[in-house]
């Protein structure tokens, strides 16, 4: 398989290059004039012409003071008009340190390889001036921004929140290096709303810690225009509950005009503290894939795409915790960088006109992206669509067939494709996959099918239903030795992929769950004890395990097979031992009393209770719940009802995520 190094080279060329007279920079303006202080939002809009036909597409790097420049917005095409294109805005809301920034803009037109760039300089001024402290709002209500004045060299600084009543207990962030003679800014976030808090920074000089003057703030209301989701509380937090992860973060997708894709951070009672809501239109798709430690998310969220033209989960983000974009790229980007590594089915799919067997191309961002590589390394799952032969995993319809599968792309440090796991190229069969194997209860998709991705190659020549091998939900980096854990809940398989950071062959390792590589050790004697179209695989304690599974049980719980075990989801943990190809369970698996057909998740709390998150259940006509579930060994000490969802967590703030 290749690697990053040529497109990396062939970057560096790129940006170094002398800009060509076919494309010409006319303008780089900003919304607000330079300076500005710390947390202002600043659009940036770029002109150009190409005397060829384009498209151009534009891309935004930013140096912060005295660091080099850093992908913030991958190429991305304009809009022609009257010969002239015009970027996509660029919204930049820089919230760290003050100082001289640059914002360099490189356009590209791919089809003629032709570039230009230009760096512009813009002046970030510090929110605190004098000795004191001060704090500022942002554009979300729940969140602020503190600023403090500059701490030594060597010491770090975090700060402290508490409601003014002090009815909750106290939340700091993350502890942050001082970096004289700079101030130092932090998003506060994790407050109810229209709620008083005090709120002072904290200085750890070797070990010392120092408190500061202490600020009060009072949080705006819920604004009444977004239609936040229900929550109740089934079983109320006990005594039993872990004390030390009093937050929730849920991600609701019920994609509706009445309750949108929203993420919501609530306490143990399902009150509100925290929320990410793309402003605009309720049905704007985002799914938070991770939370990131110090504050920061990944996200996959509708979007354009300069190719292929379509704006369902086209973009991967990183925001923060007042919603700024941070970094961005999109599948259009992704598909050149990885048709410039060798890649043979990762193309554009509006470049196929016509498909036909062997056609095959990338289509959107899906389910979950990783950032707990090495390096600062992502990872990201998309979908691919090839064509085959008819008759292919028993189509009956005389024509070629469209089959849905997987491709783990992981980026570097900048966002750059440095290496990719695609399927199609392992579907030989045994010990790798095998392209004659269906998905397991035979799932297919359709255009515009909710579960599905986007669909492209699908037409009049080809099999009406695309099959839906695959439907990978989840990955996972294994520390110990650097290799990827994926969960494929259409094979009812959790598999291991040699990506030895970076040097591996892509090869599947071992392939877990039934008729794969494992035996399974029943102590309980579980009339199923294999999990089934299962979702978030994670091996906690930093990698010492044991696997932790949301077990959805579609497979246990279909025809002919019901009866076996309860037809409920189920939370496991495993014991997995890799030389013998062996699986124990340490526990038994607990019934959550729920079926959810999709979605979910699992997570060890430091206590050792569990927390599981039923995402997808279907109660009656037009009613999907999800349950945020914590188990003390098999009974339930925690159960907040809400609106269909797909995955959470239970955390002790925003600024602790899990590390599965």
Known sequence: MPYGSFYAAALLAMLCAPAYATVQILSVGSSVASPQPIGTSITYTVTATDTNPGPLTFQFNVAVPRQPLALVKDFNAGIASSGIWTSLPFVWTPTGVEGAYQIQVVIKDFASGETASKTVKFQVTPLVTGSTPVVAPTANPLVALFSAPS???????????????????????????????ASMTFEIAGMYPSTTYQMFAQTNTGGKITNGPSLSFTTGALPPKI?????????????????AAPVLLVNIVENTAFIPNITVATDLAGNIIWYY?????????????????????????????????????????????????????NTGVIQQQLLAMGATNAGPCNAIPNPAVGSACLGAFHHDAIQTLPNGYTAVLADIEKIFPP????????????????????????WQVAWYFDAFQHDNG????????????????????????????????????AKDWLHANSLYYWPQDGDIVWSSRHQDW??????????????????????????????????????SHQHDVGIENNGAGPMTIFDNGNTRVSPPLLGLGSGNSR???LTVDET???????????????FAEAGGSAQLLSDGNMYCFAAIVDLAPKVVDSYSIELSGSTQVLNVRSTEGYRGWQVPSLYNPPST
Not at 151 to 156: E, V
Not at 282 to 295: E, M
Not at 444 to 449: A, D, L
Not at 580 to 594: E, F, I, R
Request: glycine share 8%; aromatic share 8%; net charge negative.
């Open 580 to 594: 013998n190809l062996q699986v124990t369970p340490p526990n038994p698996a607990v019934d959550l009393g729920v």
């Open 571 to 573: 939370c496991m943990s």
């Open 151 to 181: 701490c030594a060299t060597r010491s770090s600084m975090r700060v402290k929140f508490q409601q003014l009543s002090q009815a909750t207990p106290a939340t700091v962030t993350n502890w942050v290096t001082c970096h004289p003679p």
């Open 391 to 414: 008759g292919t995993q028993g189509d009956t319809s005389g024509l070629p067939v469209d089959i849905v599968g997987d491709i783990i792309v992981v980026l570097n440090q900048n």
């Open 227 to 243: 239609p936040f989701p229900p929550f109740k509380v089934e079983i109320p937090a006990g005594s039993a509950a872990e004390k």
């Open 277 to 329: 809501y793309q402003a605009g239109t309720a049905t704007h798709y985002v799914l938070l894939a991770r939370p990131l430690p110090n504050g920061g998310m990944l996200t996959i969220q509708d979007g354009f795409a300069w190719n292929p033209a379509s704006q369902a989960q086209q973009t991967l983000r990183q925001i923060d915790l007042a919603g700024n974009i941070t970094r961005e790229t």
């Open 430 to 465: 045994p010990p790798q996959l095998d392209i004659t194997r269906p998905a397991v209860l035979g799932e297919t998709c359709v255009v515009n099918q909710k579960g599905c991705p986007p669909l492209f190659l699908l037409g009049s020549q080809i099999a009406p239903l």
């Open 494 to 531: 959790v598999m291991k992929v040699d990506y030895n950071n970076g040097l591996g062959t892509g090869n599947i390792l071992w392939r877990m769950g039934v008729d794969g590589d494992f035996t399974f050790t029943n102590i309980n004697n579980d009339p199923w004890p294999w999990f």
